[in-house]
């Protein structure tokens, strides 16, 4: 019913930066939240950012003052800025978006996109 199509991943240096995109299509009647998680090799899927349908953000501390999470409503796509990127931001980055669905919710991921960042 709804697909999400990221974009944007690939190779940098170290302090560079990259700028992720994540597009929701399908069946979109209401979304409460889209955010970016990140799965690094040996390591648990964990929440980057977050943003809220009142475009309320919400960072995690490792990328705080480096990252920033954005959304576009009337495009259904959600972006996330990466600046001063470091070796460990190195990971698969999903995008998530959370739908209202009556009194329940659902969730949708991205097929990932990998950013490696290079020493």
């Known amino acids: 019913q709804v697909q999400l199509v990221e974009s944007g991943g690939g190779l940098v240096q170290a302090g560079g930066s990259l700028r992720l995109s994540c597009a929701a299509s399908?069946?979109?009647?209401?979304?409460?939240?889209m955010g970016w998680y990140r799965q690094a090799p040996g390591k648990q899927r964990e929440l980057v950012a977050v943003?809220?349908?009142?475009?309320?953000?919400n960072y995690a501390d490792s990328v705080k003052g480096r990252f920033t999470i954005s959304r576009d409503n009337a495009k259904n796509t959600v972006y996330l800025s990466m600046n001063s990127l470091k070796p460990e931001d190195t990971a698969v980055y999903y995008c998530?978006?959370?739908?209202?669905?009556?009194?329940?919710?659902?969730?949708?991921w991205g097929q990932g996109t990998q950013v490696t960042v290079a020493s």
């Open positions: 998530n978006v959370e739908v209202q669905v009556f009194q329940s919710t659902a969730h949708y």
């Open positions: 399908g069946i979109i009647f209401s979304i409460n939240a």
């Open positions: 943003v809220t349908s009142g475009q309320t953000t």
